[in-house]
């Protein structure tokens, strides 16, 4: 047998401490049990962004030796990073997992969804999420949000019932107690859990510091083909950039979120490694959302009105 | 003040303190929390400007910072706070999550909400108006939660020019008051959260305090303890069984160890069985330890095959609860729908959901003078009140006061889910029961 403890807290008064980092990972863990025992069919969504590998490591050490009990869910906006899609088709493989993919495209394709003048396409991922869930039946659908990232993301719960149309009311929200969940729901209806609530963007970089996690190569500096658009660097490509009027130019950048390539912005940054990432997000003066998500800012309660119509 | 990138050069070093607010209307609880947010450096620049621009096109002069907690719609056209939203903030020492809480009192359900999982409530107070009733209510809730710490915090002294006097009576009137409730720390510490007296800076105004600031008390008072020394219970809540090539025979109890330490070789009983082992092992998220303590998730393999499934709980044989079907309670309504004497519910209580029914409403608390109501036949919304509840299979329930986690229950309405009552087991407000000598036999002592 090993010695007692990995990440014994030191210079704290109590003998049993533990890290901040610990006590979030234990929470999480914890989340992804009651899930597990009392859901039928839940459902990881994932998009290879940095808060769902976070996810999938929290899940595949919360079931260890064992593997994750869940599935896991892409939406595909058709605008996502190769890098990202890649990352995402290895884990699935490493892990022997098995993956539903929602696609935008063929929902515009099939002329179910029309394409914005604007050609944003984060707030098209609502109906074909929905619709994945009400077919595939999925009861519990974690997600990746956190209460850090937006003042309507503060007021989530960990668990937050969605009516048979996936809506979130936050007026009529269920009290959420001590570490008691509450995740009965009437067959249609489904609940949204987030593990990682309780997490900040520092947190979760510092746990993939901590546990050596892999992540897609575009969240570290590299050098890359981008234009401004409304004060935001977005890669150029076919999805529908740059414009007539907007010059294409090197830079080095790095991305703080992965989303959709038409509103997800980069940052100007010679990050290369995780200890120079931590640094920068530390003395960053910009929230990740604010810095590089172009949906936020559409209003004042973008964030609240996409997730009343069944957003993450 | 340190500034944020001194803040994160130690981040390893940082332990975890979950906090609520409370305090009336116009306390000023939203400026404190700004104050707060503002002078540890944790509101970024894209969140200041956002506020600001709203406010300039509101025609505000200065930046109203309640807009920053205030996040629904609903909220900001009413310029109230409705439901509990949770901050996050970091100094060099310690990481912060605060349950920011609403002070209506019809929220009285979102106080107990926030103070549910608080190490620390504070409780703010105008110096100006001194405890009145919304203070009682809030430290009657702080309590029955039995959040371990309580801060005082005596707002708004720039209008009462710095007296020390004012401060004193107010901090002696609350702190008697609270203590008789079962209070077991309370600091009181004179502010002025709009000039930023003693919140993060201490004050040029007042030499006659000694004491610390509230964001350097925060930073210090002790956490975790209770959870460690209490006797180790471990709510069983998933079988990881993987029936794999490489694990053929592996059996493990995930959970996460509610309160005390568990030892590789200590003899356990498991409840409701009965029946004992010893545990052969402890795997903490893939590594194998011979000791974990709570709050951590971990796995625990058994030296025997017995049959234990989620629900069931593993507690040395030393000193195992005692299990029940008769739970008596103090819970708080937190539905719309009333819960009356007679009511068919579902109660969970850790990983344990069991059929049960309302035997008995003994009395409903009256929070503004914590007079009781006898058999008020039912308990409304906000409502506190004590319970009589038969339950279907017996349960390992310790007393609330002994532990937080395995005291704690939840009523939920079997027809339509909703979490109709938060419950804690056993009696109400300690010091009274341990000190008042005609305690009655129901424990019943509000």
């Given at each position: 047998m090993t010695a007692t403890v990995a990440h014994v807290h030191e210079g704290t008064d109590a003998p049993y401490a533990l890290s901040h980092l610990d006590a979030l990972e234990s929470e999480a863990v914890h989340i992804f049990r009651e899930v597990a025992g009392e859901f039928e069919k839940p459902v990881i969504l994932f998009s290879g962004g940095k808060d769902s590998i976070v996810m999938l490591h929290l899940a595949l050490k919360a079931f260890a030796p064992a593997p994750v009990p869940f599935t896991l869910l892409h939406v595909d906006t058709g605008h996502n990073f190769p890098e990202v899609l890649d990352y995402r088709d290895r884990a699935v493989a490493q892990h022997n997992l098995r993956l539903h993919v929602a696609s935008v495209q063929e929902y515009i394709d099939a002329g179910k969804l029309r394409e914005r003048p604007d050609g944003v396409r984060n707030p098209l991922q609502t109906v074909p999420l929905t619709e994945a869930i009400q077919q595939l039946k999925f009861d519990a659908v974690f997600g990746g949000g956190r209460r850090d990232e937006e003042k309507a993301r503060a007021k989530e719960r960990v668990f937050s019932l969605r009516d048979e149309f996936s809506q979130w009311d936050p007026r009529r929200q269920r009290p959420e107690l001590w570490q008691l969940y509450n995740g009965r729901h009437a067959p249609g209806e489904h609940v949204r859990v987030f593990p990682l609530s309780n997490w900040t963007e520092l947190d979760v970089w510092q746990y993939i510091a901590r546990e050596g996690i892999e992540l897609p190569e575009i969240y570290f500096a590299h050098e890359r083909e981008v234009f401004q658009r409304n004060g935001m660097w977005l890669t150029a490509g076919e999805w529908g950039g740059p414009k007539e009027g907007e010059t294409p130019q090197k830079r080095l950048i790095r991305y703080?979120?992965?989303?959709?390539m038409s509103c997800t912005g980069a940052v100007d940054s010679d990050a290369t490694t995780l200890d120079a990432v931590i640094t920068e997000i530390a003395a960053s003066r910009l929230t990740e959302r604010g810095a590089t998500r172009a949906d936020d800012k559409m209003s004042e309660a973008a964030m609240e009105d996409r997730k009343r119509e069944g957003y993450f | 003040m340190t500034s944020t990138t001194e803040q994160f050069a130690d981040v390893s070093a940082t332990t975890l303190l979950r906090f609520a607010t409370a305090g009336s209307v116009d306390d000023g609880k939203s400026t404190l929390v700004g104050r707060l947010l503002h002078d540890s450096?944790?509101?970024?620049?894209?969140?200041?400007?956002?506020?600001?621009?709203?406010?300039?096109?509101?025609g505000q002069d200065t930046p109203d910072l309640a807009l920053l907690t205030d996040g629904l719609r609903a909220e900001r056209e009413q310029g109230i706070t409705i439901d509990v939203a949770y901050r996050y903030f970091a100094t060099a020492r310690r990481r912060f999550i605060l349950a920011d809480t609403p002070g209506h009192v019809q929220y009285t359900r979102n106080m107990v909400t926030g103070a549910s999982t608080a190490d620390l409530a504070v409780v703010l107070v105008d110096a100006r108006n001194g405890v009145i009733e919304q203070t009682r209510r809030h430290a009657a809730v702080a309590a029955l939660l039995r959040v371990p710490h309580v801060v005082l915090a005596v707002n708004k002294m720039d209008l009462v020019d710095y007296e020390e006097s004012v401060f004193a009576s107010i901090a002696e009137?609350?702190?008697?008051?609270?203590?008789?409730?079962?209070?077991?720390?309370?600091?009181?510490?004179?502010?002025?959260?709009?000039?930023?007296?003693?919140?993060?800076?201490?004050?040029?105004?007042?030499?006659?305090?000694?004491?610390?600031?509230?964001?350097?008390?925060?930073?210090?008072v002790p956490v975790s303890h209770d959870l460690t020394t209490c006797p180790a219970r471990f709510p069983v809540q998933y079988v990881i069984r993987p029936q794999t090539a490489e694990h053929p025979d592996y059996r493990g109890y995930a959970g996460q160890i509610a309160s005390g330490v568990l030892r590789v070789g200590e003899p356990v009983t498991v409840l409701p069985s009965g029946?004992?082992?010893?545990?052969?092992?402890?795997?903490?998220?893939?590594?194998s330890v011979d000791i974990a303590w709570a709050p951590q998730s971990v796995t625990v393999r058994l030296a025997d095959d017995i049959d234990i499934s989620r629900g069931d709980l593993i507690a040395p044989s030393a000193n195992p609860p005692a299990t029940t079907q008769d739970v008596v309670a103090t819970v708080c309504h937190v539905a719309d729908q009333p819960l009356a004497v007679g009511a068919r519910v579902l109660l969970k209580h850790t990983t344990r959901t069991v059929k049960a029914i309302v035997k008995e409403i003994p009395s409903r608390l009256t929070?503004?003078?914590?007079?009781?109501?006898?058999?008020?036949?039912?308990?409304?919304?906000?409502?506190?009140?004590?319970?009589?509840?038969?339950?279907?299979?017996?349960?390992?329930?310790?007393?609330?006061?002994?532990?937080?986690?395995?005291?704690?229950?939840?009523?939920?309405?079997?027809?339509?889910?909703?979490?109709?009552?938060?419950?804690?087991?056993?009696?109400?407000?300690?010091?009274?029961?341990?000190?008042?000598?005609?305690?009655?036999?129901?424990?019943?002592?509000?």
């Open positions: 703080r979120t992965v989303g959709d | 450096k944790s509101v970024l620049t894209d969140q200041l400007e956002a506020v600001e621009a709203v406010s300039a096109q509101r009137e609350f702190t008697a008051y609270a203590s008789d409730l079962g209070v077991p720390e309370i600091t009181a510490i004179p502010i002025s959260a709009l000039a930023g007296d003693n919140v993060v800076e201490p004050s040029a105004h007042m030499d006659w305090y000694g004491g610390p600031t509230v964001l350097e008390h925060l930073e210090t029946r004992t082992s010893v545990i052969a092992g402890i795997d903490a998220l893939g590594e929070l503004d003078d914590l007079s009781q109501h006898p058999n008020p036949g039912q308990l409304v919304a906000n409502d506190i009140g004590r319970v009589v509840v038969r339950t279907a299979e017996p349960l390992a329930l310790d007393a609330y006061a002994d532990s937080r986690r395995t005291g704690s229950f939840l009523l939920i309405d079997p027809a339509d889910g909703t979490t109709l009552a938060a419950g804690m087991a056993g009696e109400s407000f300690a010091s009274q029961a341990r000190t008042t000598v005609q305690a009655d036999d129901e424990g019943w002592d509000f």
